[in-house]
């Protein structure tokens, strides 16, 4: 967790944040007290809302229905205000710019959790399509000697 952000006054005025509900605003406003240096966040509603809002009676449905809302802040100018990978993590996008001070980052937990899981799910699935293609070179042989 953080010791110290910066949050600009302008966050108050942001056209894509004054798009969402007041609960999805402050849901956002304290992720970027509680991102990690990179500003990712836990993908699960659940250990996202104990993580950064945890003294709010929203349900783990709420948190996720915030979530949505912040997602759907892109225009054609603007990327939205999150990126949300259920259940790997929740990416505050926009970071680099407005945390400039964060030149001493160890790697993202939630990120390396996450690429770790895609490179596994990848090499499983070339591993399936070397199967398959063997299935059915074997298949093709039986049909040219049963002829």
């Known amino acids: 967790m953080a010791t110290s952000r910066q949050i600009s006054t302008d966050i108050g005025t942001d056209e894509q944040l004054n798009m969402v509900s007041d609960q999805a605003a402050l849901l956002f406003t304290w992720c970027i007290a509680r991102a990690d240096p990179h500003g990712y966040l836990p993908g699960k509603p659940g250990e996202l809302r104990l993580k950064v809002v945890p003294g709010r009676k929203w349900t783990d449905k709420e948190v996720a229905g915030y979530l949505k ?3 759907a802040t892109k225009t054609d100018t603007d990327p939205a205000l999150v ?4 259940p790997h993590y929740v990416r505050l996008l926009g970071w680099e710019g407005t945390q400039k001070f964060l030149y001493r980052r160890p790697e993202s937990i939630y990120l390396k959790k996450y690429t770790e899981r895609v490179g596994k799910i990848e090499k499983g ?10 299935t059915i070179r074997i298949r093709e042989e039986k049909r040219r000697e049963e002829k």
């Open 69 to 71: 809302e912040l997602e």
């Open 83 to 86: 990126e949300w990978k259920y």
């Open 125 to 134: 699935q070339e591993r399936l399509a070397k199967v398959e293609k063997a």
